[in-house]
């Protein structure tokens, strides 16, 4: 599969809800941050230094059985347009798309499995499954991370482990993380101290796509703050832990919400898909506001007009570099609120 067809292809596995927990946590991600032994970290390295990474990095994905299905795409050889499709694909970072040179992303065909190469650190192994699967999520990403082991000499240092550019992935350079949506922690003003509190338990609450961004459609993202003193598997289980008592809440809100105003949360339901049915002109954030009232309908079986899976795969190719994309050409805001407006209706009354 060619990098036109996986940004071509407006559905990723992740947006599945047929997996653990996906009425409140959308997707799981692993991220293995890794650096070749005597080069440079990104930041610091010269241009030959960054094209011998990315040289050693596809020898490895075409010469190691295992690794042949990825599909490898020089950033440098896509637009700038290409490239933030990626990134709001959950693909690479809003930082790896910002530039092209010596940069490569590695990509599986169901977008489960992405590898960054000389973003941060050079690669970033990441793996990224519908629902509450950071077990699963590991595993995926630990078997990706030996196969490239077996072709590349990394810096590991055998007192603190991985020797990353960033101190807070020294150790394990793991971070996971989880996509949860919270409307009804949100609806009854309670989402700030719950987030607050998970702040204090080593857990950090950061935006839709991750570090430097904000919350979004009642979306939150939860990934663990420090890699070094834990194994894998105590990361991992702390997260899940802490997550799966932010589902306990958000569902035991949804219940009361339920109980307590259930006309006034109908109506908010049912205006807010009136909405996105019916506007002429939508704005991203209206847009990702109303999709997250109409997806708490559907969770809580306040509206059968549209599936869960729909409402995932409008979150992303809603936002602007996908927008453009679609339409083919370069769009203004007031056009590309217009085209968000038509493909809204356009996928909501296709059911």
């Known amino acids: 599969m060619a990098l036109k067809d996986i940004i071509g292809r407006t559905y990723s596995a992740w947006m599945s809800t047929n997996a653990p927990h996906t009425d409140v946590a959308l997707s799981s991600r692993i991220r293995l941050a ?8 990104p930041w610091y390295a010269s241009s030959p230094d960054l094209a011998k990474v990315a040289g050693e990095v596809e020898k490895a994905v075409r010469e190691v059985q295992g690794l042949g299905g990825l599909e490898i795409a020089r950033l440098s050889e896509a637009s700038v347009l290409e490239r933030q499709i990626l990134a709001e694909k959950h693909l690479i970072s809003p930082q790896h798309a910002k530039e092209g040179e010596n940069r490569l992303a590695i990509i599986a065909a169901d977008e489960s499995i992405s590898v960054m190469v000389n973003e941060e650190d050079h ?3 990441q793996t990224l499954l519908p629902g509450l699967q950071l077990t699963e999520a590991y595993e995926l990403a630990d078997n990706i991370d030996d196969l490239f082991e077996t072709k590349l000499n990394y810096a590991f ?13 020294v150790g394990t350079g793991l971070r996971a ?11 009854a ?19 839709l ?9 009642n979306m939150f993202q939860l990934s663990n703050q420090v890699s070094l003193g834990r194994s894998e598997h105590e990361l991992i289980d702390n997260l899940c832990a802490v997550t799966m008592q932010i589902i306990e809440q958000e569902r035991a809100t949804r219940k009361k919400l339920l109980y307590e105003m259930r006309m006034k949360l109908e109506d908010r339901v049912q205006r807010a898909y009136g909405i996105l049915r019916h506007a002429r002109l939508i704005t ?34 809603t936002q602007p570099a996908y927008l453009q994309k679609l339409a083919g050409e370069e769009l203004n805001p007031t056009q590309r609120d217009i085209r968000r407006a038509e493909l809204i209706r356009e996928r909501l009354s296709a059911k």
Do not use: W
Request: net charge negative.
């Open 34 to 41: 890794r650096n070749l032994g005597d080069i440079p970290f």
């Open 123 to 125: 690669l970033r192994i």
């Open 157 to 169: 240092d055998e007192r603190i482990g991985y020797i990353t550019a960033c101190p807070t992935n």
């Open 177 to 187: 993380s989880i996509m949860v949506h919270l409307p009804a922690l949100a609806i």
């Open 189 to 207: 003003g309670q989402a700030k101290t719950v987030l607050s509190t998970v702040s204090n338990l080593g857990i950090a609450v950061r935006g």
């Open 209 to 217: 796509y991750g570090e430097g961004t904000e919350a979004s459609g």
């Open 284 to 317: 991203s954030q209206e847009a990702l506001r109303l999709l997250s009232d109409v997806k708490l309908g559907v969770e809580m079986r306040l509206i059968s007009e549209v599936c869960g899976e729909t409402l995932n795969e409008l979150m992303v190719i």
